[in-house]
């Protein structure tokens, strides 16, 4: 009967961990690890003590790095039976602060599980422990011309584990996928110290689908050990179509009408004047200056297929206004007009003292008042923002620029994201689309999500892990939490953006 | 329809708090699939039309028990498709019923399965409810994945209203062609296949004759076809075949034998059980017609390292899904106990107690 499910604890308001004994634990855990593998002095701790976001510091109590999945059982175990919060960690590149530590917590590392276990080139899979390399995986699977899809830009850190974690996406998700669909089988270890493996190396598995639970679930469900990853054939040739637009409209109208013809093109990106003038002083990818936005659409497959693709783009792209259209002639420029793109957080990062990235993802359609609205707010603000999108999929990343050091302006860039974010959600999108929710949208899942979802969220977890042990305080706010914000958000002077669209 | 949800809900409430059991049911089109379905009927054809349907976004939101022939037509006339090619076996299937039962058709292996076009659902929960998960953007990792997870879940976790849905486009050009071979050499080549760029969007293996549909850019299936030879069948005959084994109207699904649906690694050596087989989605799809024990079964798929479904006839009140490790079972009644905790919907249509 209904009135005997227990609603948990944690979801009204969050735990109270502070009775943890540092030196109990430490005692149980060094029966499992080797002095190496467990950190609990502050100067070892303090390399663990932020993640990509690093506004945000936090030392934990201990560090564990084990070595194999029975002392993570061990590990794990230990820590239900001390009610002991467990932050896992990857590279540590997620920018939403999802492997910030707890303050009374453990911080799991897994950082030595670095093998790839085994690459199988007739089945098309690797298996990988997870903190292999994202690019690691695509570098083995290349001698048999496969490859990982999914490449989130910090690829070349950031371990499948994290990805796994944060369901991470890339610039060619709109044909491949995300991490969820490249994804065979997932084996973690849950908090009661229990192994299980979600999906199989078959295309499904019994029972309830639980893979798209556990991927993105950021560390709340269950701790990952060993990941078994779909490899793609690479494809006989890839290129690439550069268009300059002289309206960020028409260059949003164009995306829409490379896809109404049928197109799914590898890439599709787009950056505002701004963003463009800002990566070209920084890496001289030869993108237009004068030109309101650029696009990149890349058409990859066999060369026919390629040749086909890149003139039917070609026509649409010259149909919809573009001012000029440019082909990759050969690998070098096809590269050279990616490494723009790629470089626009670092090039952030040469033209401002800091900047904060946005994740917000909204119909394509909507784009151009999207834009709008942000330049309304660097006004408002009085801070500049630059934009890089992925077009193909909706996915803006705005990037504010900030100086930490000016007081207030920490505050103020935040204020200018929450603005966004729940712009992202009137505007019938979604607060974040590859970075998670970690620490550093919470206040937002409660524009994004009503009383009966957080809960349901909350059972969800409970279902996994009903102390709520791993990962306390991440992704879902508690509804204590959600009932501030809502009073807070009701006392600004500018109510809620948009309070006549449907939300979803 | 704000009045009707309002109805279900309180259906829902009313049987949550008196012990009520319902059985949810779309067009009726899948009643032969997982165990004997009990409770009240709750029929959800009333809950149906296109909420809204964006051809330039790839989205599309639709109603529960909108009928999956309604909808592939209005996507059609937009050239666009379900890409996981949804079975329908009979006339009156929903998308409601197409999710909650998860199946797709024979583009499975090349485009993904049910799960992987779900981006959000709404739906009433065990407690009367009414949540939405996900939304109507392609990129949305906010909250757990929940609407993800109703795909298959057979209506247990709660009654799903509204959906929404990733569309593609049709492919503009297609060839089916045929290789005569026979099941070990069929299953290497396709494995062979799958690790080449080729436009590939369907196989079948059966009794000596292997099939292969390429689909995509006129250019890239010209250029496949020529490469890979064998024979090419005329564009009705691929499609009655196709269709035949999307909807199981070919004549391998007829007759009163069990059916049973093999799961399996693409690479997985031939079974060798005795009775007939039909090999699909690259190998990663057998389907069996046998009255082997089902222990035989389950044993001989779990040791080529998959899961067993007894599909359509025989014994429904036994197991009709693999049966789950023991660690993996306690989850999956918790996640039931977390949506439906006082075991209102389609009780024990999946596993006993779910």
């Given at each position: 009967?209904?009135?005997?499910?227990?609603?948990?604890?944690?979801?009204?308001?969050?735990?109270d961990?502070?009775?943890?004994d540092?030196?109990?634990?430490?005692?149980?855990?060094?029966?499992?690890?080797?002095?190496?593998?467990?950190?609990?002095?502050v100067?070892?701790?303090?390399p663990?003590?932020?993640?990509?976001?690093?506004?945000?510091?936090?030392?934990?109590?201990?560090?564990?790095?084990?070595?194999?999945?029975?002392?993570?059982?061990?590990?794990?175990?230990?820590?239900?039976?001390?009610?002991?919060?467990?932050?896992?960690?990857?590279?540590?590149?997620?920018?939403?602060?999802?492997?910030?530590p707890?303050?009374?917590?453990v911080?799991l590392?897994l950082?030595?599980?670095?093998?790839?276990?085994?690459?199988?080139?007739?089945?098309?899979?690797?298996?990988?422990?997870?903190?292999?390399?994202?690019?690691?995986?695509?570098?083995?699977?290349?001698?048999?011309?496969?490859?990982?899809?999914?490449?989130?830009?910090?690829?070349?850190?950031?371990?499948?584990?994290?990805?796994?974690?944060?369901?991470?996406?890339?610039?060619?998700?709109?044909?491949?996928?995300?991490?969820?669909?490249?994804?065979?089988?997932?084996?973690?270890?849950?908090?009661?110290?229990?192994?299980?493996e979600?999906?199989?190396?078959?295309?499904?598995?019994?029972?309830?689908?639980?893979?798209?639970?556990?991927?993105?679930?950021?560390?709340?469900?269950?701790?990952?050990?060993?990941?078994?990853?779909?490899?793609t054939?690479?494809p006989?040739?890839?290129?690439?179509?550069?268009?300059?637009?002289?309206?960020?409209?028409?260059?949003?109208?164009?995306?829409?009408?490379?896809?109404a013809?049928?197109?799914?093109?590898?890439?599709?990106?787009?950056?505002?004047?701004?963003a463009?003038?800002?990566?070209?002083?920084?890496?001289?990818?030869g993108?237009?200056?004068?030109?309101?936005?650029?696009?990149?659409?890349?058409s990859?497959?066999?060369?026919?297929?390629?040749a086909e693709?890149?003139?039917?783009?070609?026509?649409?792209?010259?149909?919809?206004?573009?001012?000029?259209?440019?082909?990759?002639?050969?690998?070098?420029?096809?590269?050279?007009?990616?490494?723009?793109?790629k470089?626009?957080?670092?090039?952030?990062g040469?033209?401002?003292?800091?900047?904060?990235?946005?994740?917000?993802?909204?119909?394509?359609?909507?784009?151009?008042?999207?834009?709008?609205?942000?330049?309304?707010?660097?006004?408002?603000?009085?801070?500049?923002?630059?934009?890089?999108?992925?077009?193909?999929?909706?996915?803006l990343?705005?990037?504010?620029l900030?100086?930490?050091?000016?007081?207030?302006?920490?505050?103020?860039?935040?204020?200018?994201?929450?603005?966004?974010?729940?712009?992202?959600?009137?505007?019938?999108g979604?607060?974040?689309?590859?970075?998670?929710?970690?620490?550093?949208?919470?206040?937002?899942?409660?524009?994004?999500?009503?009383?009966?979802?957080?809960?349901?969220?909350?059972?969800?977890?409970?279902?996994?892990?009903?102390?709520?042990?791993?990962?306390?305080?991440k992704?879902?706010?508690?509804?204590?939490?959600?009932?501030?914000?809502?009073?807070?958000?009701?006392?600004?002077?500018?109510?809620?953006?948009?309070?006549?669209l449907?939300?979803? | 329809?704000?009045?009707?949800?309002?109805?279900?809900?309180?259906?829902?409430?009313?049987?949550?708090?008196?012990?009520?059991?319902?059985?949810?049911?779309g067009?009726?089109?899948?009643?032969?699939?997982?165990?004997?379905?009990?409770?009240?009927l709750?029929?959800?054809?009333?809950?149906?039309?296109?909420?809204?349907?964006?051809?330039?976004?790839?989205?599309?939101?639709?109603?529960?028990?909108?009928?999956?022939?309604?909808?592939?037509?209005?996507?059609?006339?937009?050239?666009?498709?379900?890409?996981?090619?949804?079975?329908h076996?009979?006339?009156?299937?929903?998308?409601?019923?197409?999710?909650?039962?998860?199946?797709?058709?024979?583009?499975?292996?090349?485009?993904?399965?049910?799960?992987?076009?779900?981006?959000?659902?709404?739906?009433i929960?065990?407690r009367?409810?009414v949540?939405?998960?996900?939304?109507?953007?392609?990129?949305?990792?906010?909250?757990?994945?929940?609407?993800?997870?109703?795909?298959?879940?057979?209506?247990?976790?709660?009654?799903?209203?509204?959906?929404?849905?990733?569309?593609?486009?049709?492919?503009?050009?297609?060839?089916?062609l045929?290789?005569?071979?026979?099941?070990?050499?069929?299953?290497?080549?396709l494995?062979?296949?799958?690790?080449?760029?080729?436009?590939?969007?369907?196989?079948?293996?059966?009794?000596?004759?292997?099939?292969?549909?390429?689909?995509?850019?006129?250019?890239?299936?010209?250029?496949?076809?020529?490469?890979?030879?064998?024979?090419?069948?005329?564009?009705?005959?691929?499609?009655?075949?196709?269709?035949?084994?999307?909807?199981?109207?070919?004549?391998?699904?007829?007759?009163?034998?069990?059916?049973?649906?093999?799961?399996l690694p693409?690479?997985?050596?031939?079974?060798?059980?005795?009775?007939?087989?039909?090999?699909?989605?690259?190998?990663?799809?057998?389907?069996?017609r046998?009255?082997?024990?089902?222990?035989?079964?389950?044993?001989?798929?779990?040791?080529?390292?998959?899961?067993?479904?007894?599909?359509?006839?025989?014994?429904?009140?036994?197991?009709?899904?693999?049966?789950?490790?023991?660690?993996?079972?306690?989850?999956?009644?918790?996640?039931?106990?977390?949506f439906?905790?006082?075991?209102v919907?389609?009780?024990?249509?999946l596993?006993?107690?779910?």
């Amino acid at each position: 009967m209904a009135d005997r499910f227990e609603e948990p604890a944690f979801g009204a308001v969050e735990r109270d961990f502070s009775q943890v004994d540092k030196a109990r634990l430490v005692q149980a855990l060094s029966r499992v690890l080797a002095p190496a593998g467990l950190l609990h002095e502050v100067e070892d701790l303090r390399p663990y003590e932020c993640d990509g976001m690093a506004a945000l510091r936090q030392v934990p109590l201990v560090v564990v790095l084990p070595e194999t999945e029975a002392q993570v059982v061990e590990i794990l175990k230990i820590c239900a039976a001390q009610q002991v919060p467990v932050v896992a960690r990857g590279a540590g590149t997620g920018l939403s602060g999802g492997a910030q530590p707890h303050r009374f917590g453990v911080v799991l590392s897994l950082a030595r599980f670095g093998k790839i276990l085994g690459v199988d080139a007739h089945a098309r899979r690797a298996v990988v422990q997870p903190g292999v390399r994202n690019l690691a995986i695509s570098e083995a699977a290349a001698p048999f011309g496969l490859y990982y899809a999914p490449d989130p830009s910090s690829q070349i850190a950031c371990t499948i584990g994290g990805n796994v974690a944060e369901n991470s996406g890339g610039v060619h998700c709109l044909k491949y996928g995300l991490t969820i669909h490249n994804l065979l089988k997932v084996r973690g270890v849950t908090i009661q110290g229990e192994i299980v493996e979600f999906g199989s190396l078959a295309l499904d598995a019994p029972g309830y689908d639980l893979l798209p639970l556990v991927t993105g679930s950021e560390g709340m469900l269950a701790v990952v050990t060993e990941v078994t990853v779909k490899l793609t054939p690479k494809p006989q040739l890839a290129q690439c179509v550069l268009a300059a637009f002289d309206d960020v409209v028409k260059a949003g109208d164009a995306v829409a009408a490379i896809i109404a013809a049928g197109i799914i093109p590898a890439g599709l990106e787009m950056m505002d004047q701004p963003a463009t003038a800002a990566v070209e002083e920084f890496v001289k990818a030869g993108y237009p200056l004068d030109a309101e936005a650029i696009l990149l659409c890349e058409s990859d497959g066999t060369p026919e297929e390629v040749a086909e693709e890149i003139g039917r783009v070609r026509a649409i792209l010259e149909n919809s206004g573009a001012t000029a259209v440019r082909v990759s002639r050969d690998e070098a420029e096809r590269l050279r007009f990616w490494a723009g793109r790629k470089a626009a957080f670092p090039a952030a990062g040469r033209i401002s003292p800091d900047y904060y990235c946005m994740d917000g993802t909204i119909p394509r359609k909507r784009l151009g008042e999207m834009l709008k609205a942000i330049q309304a707010m660097e006004r408002k603000y009085a801070m500049r923002c630059i934009n890089v999108f992925h077009a193909g999929d909706g996915n803006l990343h705005p990037l504010i620029l900030f100086d930490a050091n000016k007081p207030g302006d920490q505050h103020t860039a935040e204020a200018f994201g929450a603005e966004i974010l729940e712009l992202s959600v009137a505007l019938g999108g979604t607060i974040t689309g590859e970075h998670g929710v970690g620490i550093e949208k919470i206040n937002q899942m409660c524009s994004q999500f009503a009383t009966p979802e957080i809960k349901a969220f909350h059972r969800v977890k409970a279902a996994f892990d009903p102390a709520g042990l791993l990962n306390p305080g991440k992704a879902i706010p508690t509804l204590n939490r959600c009932a501030e914000y809502g009073r807070e958000r009701m006392g600004r002077t500018s109510p809620q953006a948009h309070p006549d669209l449907p939300r979803f | 329809m704000d009045d009707l949800i309002q109805a279900w809900s309180e259906r829902v409430r009313q049987a949550a708090a008196g012990g009520g059991r319902l059985r949810i049911r779309g067009g009726g089109s899948k009643d032969f699939y997982g165990r004997e379905p009990v409770g009240e009927l709750l029929e959800t054809g009333a809950c149906r039309g296109i909420v809204n349907y964006e051809p330039s976004e790839l989205v599309v939101s639709v109603r529960a028990g909108t009928p999956l022939a309604e909808l592939e037509a209005v996507l059609a006339e937009r050239g666009q498709m379900l890409a996981f090619d949804p079975p329908h076996f009979a006339a009156g299937a929903t998308i409601g019923g197409c999710v909650a039962a998860g199946l797709a058709g024979p583009r499975r292996a090349a485009v993904g399965g049910v799960r992987d076009f779900v981006l959000g659902a709404r739906l009433i929960d065990g407690r009367g409810d009414v949540l939405r998960f996900g939304g109507e953007v392609m990129k949305n990792v906010a909250g757990y994945d929940v609407s993800r997870a109703l795909a298959g879940s057979l209506g247990t976790l709660g009654l799903i209203i509204e959906l929404s849905l990733k569309v593609l486009p049709r492919p503009l050009a297609e060839a089916t062609l045929r290789f005569d071979t026979d099941e070990a050499d069929a299953l290497h080549r396709l494995n062979v296949w799958g690790g080449q760029p080729l436009p590939v969007s369907a196989s079948a293996w059966r009794s000596g004759g292997l099939y292969l549909r390429l689909s995509g850019a006129t250019a890239a299936v010209g250029a496949a076809v020529a490469r890979l030879g064998g024979e090419a069948l005329d564009e009705g005959a691929a499609a009655a075949l196709w269709c035949g084994l999307r909807d199981h109207t070919d004549p391998f699904f007829a007759g009163e034998l069990p059916l049973w649906r093999l799961s399996l690694p693409s690479d997985a050596l031939a079974l060798e059980l005795d009775g007939e087989q039909l090999v699909e989605w690259g190998g990663a799809q057998r389907w069996l017609r046998s009255e082997r024990p089902a222990a035989d079964i389950r044993q001989r798929v779990e040791a080529l390292g998959g899961h067993a479904t007894l599909f359509r006839h025989g014994d429904r009140h036994g197991q009709c899904f693999h049966p789950l490790p023991a660690a993996m079972l306690a989850l999956q009644r918790n996640l039931k106990n977390a949506f439906d905790p006082a075991g209102v919907f389609n009780p024990g249509r999946l596993y006993e107690g779910l």
